[in-house]
C-alpha cells in the first residue's frame, strides 16, 4: 500500500499519466475506516491550450490555483454546486494539467460496481471533502497506490463526457477506461473507440 513517487505525476504527458492510473489503487484513510478502490476510468485535462480544462488560456483563479503548483496533489471541486470530482495535478509547476479520476471498482464485497461508477459517486463512496484539495496524495491520508496491471489491449480512448462547451477540444480523445469494467460511467462512446 506504498504511496506512488511523485515522479510519476511529475510526467509531462497528461494523457500518458491518464491512461498509468487505470488498474492502480485510490485509498482514503477515514475516522471509521479505509475505503479503496481500483481506478477504471479517467480522463486528462491538458493546460492552457485545451479549452475543456479549467485553465483554458491561462486562468488562473482561486478555484484552480492547486493546479499550477506541485504535481501529485489532490484538485478536488464542485461540480454544478452539487457533486465534488476529484483530480490528480500533473507535470511541473506552473503548467496546470490535471487527471479527473471517473470511476473506481470499490474494493469490499459488501459494494457493487454501480457505487463508484462516476466521478462524483467516488468522492462519495470514499468520503472525500472539499478540505481535501490540495493535499499531497504521495504523503496523505489520502493517497494512490500500485494495483492491478493492465495491459495495452483492455484499454480504450473516447472523447471526455459533459465538455461540449470546449469546441473541438470535446473531441479530443482524452478519456480513457478499462474495457469490460462494469464501474466505468456512461456513455462508452461504442462508436469512437480508439485503442493505444
Not at 30 to 36: F, K, Q, Y
Request: with cysteine; charged share 20%; glycine share 8%.
Amino acid at each position: 500500500m506504498k504511496a506512488l513517487a511523485r515522479s510519476l505525476f511529475e510526467n509531462n504527458d497528461v494523457l500518458f499519466v491518464a491512461r498509468s492510473l487505470l488498474g492502480k489503487t485510490l485509498w482514503l484513510q477515514t475516522e471509521t475506516g479505509l475505503r479503496a478502490g481500483i481506478i477504471t476510468e479517467t480522463e486528462a485535462y491538458a493546460a492552457q491550450n485545451d479549452r475543456a480544462c479549467h485553465a483554458a488560456n491561462g486562468r488562473r483563479t482561486a478555484r484552480n490555483e492547486v493546479m499550477y503548483g506541485e504535481a501529485g496533489r489532490a484538485y478536488v471541486y464542485r461540480c454544478y454546486g452539487i457533486h465534488l470530482l476529484l483530480n490528480v495535478v500533473t507535470a511541473a509547476v506552473g503548467k496546470p494539467e490535471a487527471v479527473l479520476i471517473r470511476a473506481l471498482r470499490p474494493l469490499g464485497i459488501e459494494h457493487n460496481a454501480s457505487v463508484a461508477s462516476g466521478p462524483g459517486k467516488l468522492t462519495k463512496y470514499l468520503g472525500i471533502s472539499p478540505q481535501h484539495n490540495g493535499i499531497d496524495l504521495c504523503d496523505s491520508p489520502l493517497w494512490l497506490s500500485e494495483g492491478e496491471e493492465v495491459p495495452d489491449e483492455a484499454v480504450v480512448f473516447t472523447p471526455r463526457i459533459g465538455v461540449a462547451y470546449a469546441g473541438r477540444d470535446a473531441l479530443l480523445p482524452y478519456r480513457c477506461y478499462i474495457r469490460g469494467e462494469k464501474s466505468v460511467s456512461r456513455p462508452l462512446f461504442p462508436k469512437y473507440p480508439l485503442h493505444i
